[in-house]
Structures are given as C-alpha cells and as structure tokens.
Nanobody, 132 residues
Framework: EVQLQASGGGLVQAGGSLRLSCAVS????????IAWFRQAPGKEREGVAC????????VYSDSVKGRFTIASDNAKNTVYLQMNSLKSEDTAVYYC?????????????????????????WGQGTLVTVSS
C-alpha cells in the first residue's frame, strides 16, 4: 500500500522558517514528480513546488520562489519543503502528492496543477499558520 505522510506544520511568526516532510512508503521515487500543494481557507488548492528526485529538477510557483526549497532524500524516501521568510499569506494546509504513473525527467509549471495528480497519491495535509 502506498502512503504519503506529511508532517512538520505548526505556528510560526512572520519572517520565520519551517520544514515540512513527506515520508513515502510502499513506493520508491524513481522518476516520479512529487509536489507540495497548499490550500488556504476559502481558496483553491495551489501547487507551490515540484521535484523529480532522479535528477533533483525542481520548479516553484511565483508566490514562493526564492523563499521555499524542495528537496528529496532518496535513502529516506522523504521529500522536504524548507520554508523561509514566511508570510501571513503562506498560512494554509500543506499537502504532498506523488505521480508515479507518468515518469518524467523534469518538472514544469503543469506539474503544479492539481489536475495532474488526480487519482494519484496524496498525503493527509499538515497545517501551517503564520502569525503577523
């Protein structure tokens, strides 16, 4: 059984940092796209970062570029999202998603679309609250 377990959320002040983890079991990364999404109250789910672990290729949304870093540890089968310079607008539930059914070698902006992970694997979400 494939499971994604997201963790690391919490309450942080604006300007602070958090690191989220997404532990994957039941499947190795290979050349799957793995992405972090977030959903703020009353808003649609938004893709913020994608990585293909076989070559560490990444892509970021404009809203987090330069502040967030996605990375993978293949030995631990875990993907991380390091979030720095957090803002109140980063407050959201963060989800990780994995798409093993369509092997890729590069992440593109389309890999930040929720539709690309429909019927794929999702973690349960972890809440990040940034206080101003």
């Amino acid at each position: 059984e494939v499971q994604l377990q997201a963790s690391g959320g919490g309450l942080v002040q604006a300007g602070g940092s958090l690191r989220l983890s997404c532990a994957v079991s039941g499947l190795t990364f290979g050349n799957s796209a793995i992405a972090w999404f977030r959903q703020a109250p009353g808003k649609e789910r938004e893709g913020v970062a994608c990585i293909v672990s076989d070559n560490d290729d990444t892509v970021y949304s404009d809203s987090v570029k330069g502040r967030f870093t996605i990375a993978s540890d293949n030995a631990k089968n875990t993907v991380y999202l390091q979030m720095n310079s957090l803002k109140s607008e980063d407050t959201a539930v963060y989800y990780c998603a994995m798409r093993p059914t369509t092997p890729v070698h590069h992440c593109t902006d389309s890999d930040l679309r929720e539709l690309e992970y429909q019927d794929e694997y999702w973690g349960q979400g972890t809440l990040v609250t940034v206080s101003s």
